[in-house]
């Protein structure tokens, strides 16, 4: 009798999962990574097939999604209506692992449904700081990568978007690959030259960071979040002060890139979101790219970036190994979330290496004035 009743289960469960093995559309791969493009979006080795899993989910809000194996491929047009399209990918002949492609809500939707930031904020958080272009490691820098030949001699918004170009095609975008121990532009470019591999966003946006720094240019870090707090992927770029604008700028150097808005008026991070928010027009520089290849400037902004708009944070001290881990250190954070944002308490969290003694320690505020305050202009 529990045998039967077994069997009888189990043609339940293939009769409720509306799957069937046979008549599903089979992609070939002897590799167990896979590359994925959302649109026009190319994400290297983004997927991992796991034959032991029952059903994996990709969940996107892409129109068209491709699955590429080292040896085969398989696209679908994406109707929010169908909702989902399953298919099996057959590892190395043998080993069949059943995939699902699942519509999800475009994060722009989930943007525009953020509720504001709170303004009368008062918790207190560190003042941002910004190194000093007299710091000698920044002399050295400036000096050892010949920065003042590359930034040229024009106005500012030029010698930053010199900078920009150099940064991104100095060093190779590696999003899986992990950070060195040693993380100052010099460092992080010897390693990349000498081991002839690349970085993620973080180490690239450090590396163009001490650039802005050692030219006297300030300039910090920003990691972009979504929503959720667990997530496999984010991105991280610069937010770069221009005193001729009296404004922060947005630069990215992984996809060599700034915005503009009407007329040409170069954004911030903070009014990059609003647009989004409020459907203003932003306009994408041209020469947006990922490692030479041409990216789709609508997916990079209306879906990548509107993802990962969501939630900001971005070190208290902005310096010359700023990240570095060294025994006893304490390295700040600001966090910069709406009111409906995941965890808004505890406001102040302690993180600690009991093995280094390196600290992180995170505040979070809701108050974008704070988050996005203006440097000294002494400095």
């Not at 983004?46 to 059903?55: G, S, T």
């Not at 050892?144 to 060093?171: P, Q, T």
Request: aromatic letters at 10%; one cysteine or more.
């Amino acid at each position: 009798m529990k045998r039967l009743s077994f069997i009888v289960l189990m043609l339940f469960f293939v009769a409720q999962s509306g799957i069937s093995k046979e008549k599903l559309p089979v992609v070939r791969s002897n590799s167990f990574v896979v590359d994925i493009k959302d649109d026009g979006m190319l994400r290297k080795s983004a997927w991992r097939i796991v034959p032991q899993e029952k059903l994996d989910v990709y969940k996107s809000s892409a129109k068209r999604v491709t699955f590429y194996t080292d040896i085969d491929s398989i696209s679908f047009s994406i109707d929010p209506k169908v909702g989902r399209y399953d298919f099996v990918i057959l590892v190395n002949g043998k080993d069949s692992a059943m995939t699902r492609i699942e519509y999800m809500p475009s994060y722009l939707d989930k943007l525009k449904a953020a509720k504001a930031y709170k303004r009368s904020d008062r918790r207190e958080i560190p003042k941002f700081c910004y190194g000093s272009a007299d710091d000698p490691n920044l002399v050295r820098l400036r000096k050892e990568l010949n920065l003042d030949s590359i930034a040229g001699k024009g106005r500012e918004l030029s010698k930053i978007f010199n900078l920009l170009h150099w940064a991104h095609n100095v060093v190779k975008h590696d999003g899986n690959s992990t950070n060195p121990e040693s993380r100052n532009a010099i460092d992080l470019i010897n390693i990349c030259k000498t081991q002839g591999r690349g970085v993620n966003c973080r180490m690239m946006a450090t590396i163009l960071n001490e650039c802005y720094l050692s030219m006297g240019i300030q300039s910090r870090i920003v990691t972009c979040m979504p929503k959720e707090t667990k997530f496999d992927d984010c991105h991280v770029i610069n937010s770069v002060f221009s005193k001729d604008l009296n404004k922060w700028i947005w630069v990215d150097p992984t996809f060599d890139v700034y915005l503009m808005g009407e007329g040409g008026v170069i954004l911030g991070i903070a009014e990059v979101r609003e647009n989004l928010v409020k459907n203003k027009p932003i306009i994408v520089y041209e020469g947006v790219n990922w490692n030479g290849e041409k990216i789709d400037p609508e997916y990079y902004v209306y879906k990548y970036m509107a993802k990962n708009l969501y939630r900001m944070s971005s070190p208290a001290v902005s310096c010359f190994n700023m990240e570095t881990n060294k025994p006893g250190k304490v390295v700040e954070y600001v966090e910069l979330l709406p009111l409906d944002g995941i965890e808004q308490e505890p406001q102040k969290v302690v993180e600690k290496n009991e093995k280094t003694g390196l600290q992180y320690i995170t505040y979070k505020t809701n108050n974008p004035d704070k988050f996005w305050a203006l440097p000294d202009r002494r400095n």
